[in-house]
Nanobody, 121 residues
Framework: QVQLMESGGGLAQTGGSLTIFCASSGATFSTYAMGWFRQALGKEREFVAVISESGDVTRYADSVKGRITISRDNGKNTVYLQMNSLKPDDTAVYYC??????????????WGQGTQVTVSS
C-alpha cells in the first residue's frame, strides 16, 4: 500500500514563501495524479491544487491562483507545493493525495498525514 509523507511545513510570515513536499513510497507514482488539499481549524478540507500524471496539466483553487505552484518529479516520487505571497488565511494542515485528476477529494484514494503551515500576520 502506498504511503505518502509530507514535509516542509512550518511557520512563515505574511508575504513570505514556503515549499512543502510529499514523497511517495509507491512504485506507480507516475501513473497517478497528485493533489494538495488543506484544512484550517474548524473548517472543511478544501482543494488547493492538482497535477496530472506527467506534470503537464495543473489546476488551482481560485484562492491560491498566482501565488502557489504545484510540481512533481516522477524520478524522485515527489510532489511539491511552492507557496509565495503567503497570507494568514493560508494557515492550515496541508495534505497530499494520490488518485485521479480532479478537484474532488473523493477522487483520491491515498492520503498523507498532513503538514502544518502557519502564516503569522
Amino acid at each position: 500500500q502506498v504511503q505518502l509523507m509530507e514535509s516542509g511545513g512550518g511557520l512563515a510570515q505574511t508575504g513570505g514563501s514556503l515549499t512543502i513536499f510529499c514523497a511517495s513510497s509507491g512504485a506507480t507514482f507516475s501513473t497517478y495524479a497528485m493533489g494538495w488539499f488543506r484544512q484550517a481549524l474548524g473548517k472543511e478540507r478544501e482543494f488547493v491544487a492538482v497535477i496530472s500524471e506527467s506534470g503537464d496539466v495543473t489546476r488551482y483553487a481560485d484562492s491560491v491562483k498566482g501565488r502557489i505552484t504545484i510540481s512533481r518529479d516522477n524520478g524522485k516520487n515527489t510532489v511539491y507545493l511552492q507557496m509565495n505571497s503567503l497570507k494568514p488565511d493560508d494557515t492550515a494542515v496541508y495534505y497530499c493525495a494520490q488518485g485521479a485528476y480532479s478537484v474532488r477529494s473523493d477522487s483520491f484514494g491515498a492520503w498523507g498525514q498532513g503538514t502544518q503551515v502557519t502564516v503569522s500576520s
